[in-house]
């Protein structure tokens, strides 16, 4: 029997490929290029390990998610399954972020670390499956190392929340890996593998949804797959046998894509066309593909976000326009003599197609993070179109001059990007850079206001949410960070007026509607507030700020049952909330279970020693105990604090009474 010969076509399958080997390089000098891949992609990394969380999705991804910080649980786990917070179903995601917590708790330094890492290993997996589909190292390393240092990759690697961007990618360059090891012998078992690989890139982010078509344009180059002798690549008969060969992948994209939408949409990301027009979406799309190709040449100002323009001039349109068409017509007028510019420039096209804005989702015009996968098809355009003579051993003097430039280049990206790196030090200094290098930038002004508002900076929070409203008038976020403002001012009427305000543009933030819940609270409207801190909880049924919430607001209407049932909810969603122990502690009290209740109240006053009543309905229970030295030690402590306290005051001469009335007896 005769063996079967690599790159025959099988009967009724997909034609096998037998590519050549890499013979430019020893396996020992391939090493060495993995390493000076890896650090290149690292190194720049390395001092956010010193950096912390920032209020910009960092919060509902690990920060302020408690069932993240559990670690993987098996309630943890099956939420991640079935969640669609943060506007995603990305459950391989939420089970990595759980990974780390359980690994490192919350030190944000280590969480960084791991993205780094992930950066570095997409680095040199990307290096890896070229030179293999390719038989090139050289070039193949270029186009790795122009992934590894690009500016343009630092808000991928440097920001916690978009570890889904390096883990999709991670896995969706192993789906690349199978695909050209089925391609040289095809067969269900590495088909299998392609879509295993493929389920998981989409498990971590849909981003990668086109990839099938990337990999149909991997069969023209450099698989070779798609082609013949004397036949342009449309009249080849292997065409239909490709198509087919990807509708299983296909498939997965189009399901991927109808679960992401519902995720956003019922997160309220989902922008319409009748708040953001066609006209205006369509002008936006086709200059932000020009705009990413510009800041990949020339990566300044790079900022998050950047805010969606009122307007796309029309000449800039037009411009735009001329230099796709012309960067299109080019590579198709070279497919055959140079396949990898048609390649990597769709390769490019068709990888921003999910996040170019035709569906719109969020506020921004453009976002660097989205030119993570993208970009390779232009680094591939690079790599492959320097001539051959600047690799080839017998021209020294061009290799020399090949390596010198090359250096130059990776070196200034290098350091541009160890100084972007730096911007993502915390929350202050990425808005504070976005508002310098960007202008009329309504979402950085306003996610500023919110952080200076955490930090006790009323002022200046109230500064940046008018300024981000007199930008945008109507936005959702900025009147939220207003009223926030209020609230803390202790002006109650006018804080509702900027929740309301809020709602009225979006009824999708949870964190609205227990802002409205809080000033009404304080407003005496507990029925409203109630009604409102429920709305936010089924919009997010684990927030624990609500859930706290609603216990107090359920605790001032004498509902303990409801209290019992709220509060301790909240407290296996987030154990240390002295508030939520302090209100849990006082329904226990009402009910009887004293023992509780104290132990309760005692863990509200661990973790925040300055709230009175806790301590007054302690020293309730411990006057019912019998506890009077210990009451009344408590009472001395409150009215040293506040001596103007009545009900302190009272409690503490009945204790008195109490203790010497016990005293006497004979």
């Known amino acids: 029997m005769t063996k079967r010969k690599r ?50 999705d960092d919060g509902p991804y690990v920060a302020e998610n408690p069932l993240v910080q559990q670690g993987l649980t098996w309630s943890s786990v099956a939420w991640a399954f079935t969640a669609t917070s943060a506007g995603n179903w990305h459950p391989l995601t939420w089970l990595s972020h759980m990974l780390d917590c359980q690994l490192f708790g919350l030190r944000p330094g280590w969480h960084h670390l791991v993205n780094a890492l992930l950066h570095g290993a997409n680095t040199v997996l990307l290096f890896a499956v070229l030179r293999a589909m390719t038989g090139m190292t050289w070039r193949s390393a270029l186009v790795a190392a122009l992934f590894a240092a690009h500016p343009l990759h630092v808000e991928s690697v440097a ?42 890139s989409l498990l971590s982010k849909p981003m990668l949804v086109t990839l099938p078509f990337v990999l149909l344009l991997l069969d023209v180059w450099p698989l070779k797959r798609f082609w013949a002798e004397g036949l342009a690549p449309v009249q080849n008969p292997k065409l239909g046998s490709l198509l087919l060969e990807k509708l299983p992948l296909l498939a997965m994209s189009a399901a991927s894509s109808v679960v992401t939408f519902k995720a956003q949409h019922a997160a309220g990301a ?161 808005f504070e850079h976005a508002v310098k290098v960007t202008t009329k930038n309504f979402v950085a002004h ?17 500064n940046e949410a008018e300024t981000a409203l007199q930008i945008r008038p109507h936005y959702a976020g900025a009147h939220y960070n207003l009223g926030l403002v209020l609230l803390r001012e202790n002006n109650f009427a006018k804080a509702q007026e900027q ?88 329904a226990l009290w009402q009910r009887g279970r004293t023992d509780e209740s104290i132990a309760h109240n005692r863990r509200a006053l661990q973790l925040n020693p300055d709230l009175v009543p806790p301590r007054l309905t302690l020293d309730v229970a411990l006057l019912a105990k019998g506890n009077f030295d210990e009451a009344i030690a408590d009472l001395e402590y409150v009215l040293q604090l506040h001596p103007q306290d009545e009900v302190a005051r009272k409690l503490l001469n009945l204790a008195k009474r109490q203790r010497d009335g016990m005293a006497t007896e004979p």
């Open 7 to 56: 790159g025959v076509r099988r009967r009724g399958g997909a034609p096998s490929i037998a590519r050549k080997r890499p013979t430019d390089v020893n396996q020992r000098a391939s090493r060495w290029i993995c390493a000076g891949l890896l650090l290149l992609a690292v190194l720049p990394y390395l001092q956010t390990f010193g950096y912390g969380f920032v209020n910009f």
């Open 159 to 200: 920001w916690i929340s978009e570890r889904k961007d390096v883990l999709s990618t991670f896995f969706g360059l192993w789906a690349v890996w199978a695909y050209a090891r089925y391609t040289e012998a095809p067969s269900l078992r590495r088909y299998g593998l392609v879509a295993g690989f493929f389920a998981l």
């Open 270 to 430: 989902v922008v319409f066309i009748d708040v953001l027009p066609l006209s205006q979406r369509l002008p936006n799309a086709i200059a932000a593909y020009v705009g990413y190709l510009y800041k990949a040449f020339w990566p300044v100002h790079l900022a998050a976000p950047y805010p969606f323009p009122e307007q796309t001039s029309v000449t800039i349109t037009l411009l735009a326009i001329l230099v796709l068409a012309g960067i299109t017509l080019g590579a198709g007028l070279l497919i055959r003599k140079r396949p990898w510019l048609a390649v990597g420039w769709l390769w490019y096209l068709g990888m921003l197609v999910p996040v170019i804005g035709l569906v719109q989702v969020g506020d921004q015009s453009m976002a660097d993070r989205y030119t993570y996968v993208p970009l390779i098809g232009v680094f591939i355009m690079i790599a492959w179109s320097i001539p051959s003579s600047a690799f080839a051993a017998i021209n020294r003097s061009q290799v020399k001059a090949t390596v010198v430039v090359v250096a130059v280049v990776l070196t200034a990206l290098a350091t541009v990007t160890f100084a972007q790196v730096q911007v993502w030090k915390n929350t202050t200094t990425l």
């Open 446 to 462: 306003n996610l500023l206001a919110g952080e200076l508002g955490e930090k006790g900076d009323l002022i200046g929070s109230r």
């Open 499 to 586: 929740f309301s305000l809020a709602l009225q543009i979006n009824q999708q933030d949870p964190a609205i509607w227990n802002g409205l819940g809080v000033a009404n609270v304080n407003l005496g409207r507990l029925d409203e507030a109630i009604s409102h801190f429920q709305h936010a909880l089924e919009l997010n049924p684990i927030y624990p700020d609500a859930l706290t919430n609603l216990g107090a607001a359920f605790l001032a209407q004498g509902k303990y049952e409801e209290v019992i049932e709220t509060c301790e909810r909240a407290l296996r969603l987030r154990p240390n909330v002295a508030e939520t122990h302090a209100s849990l502690g006082s």
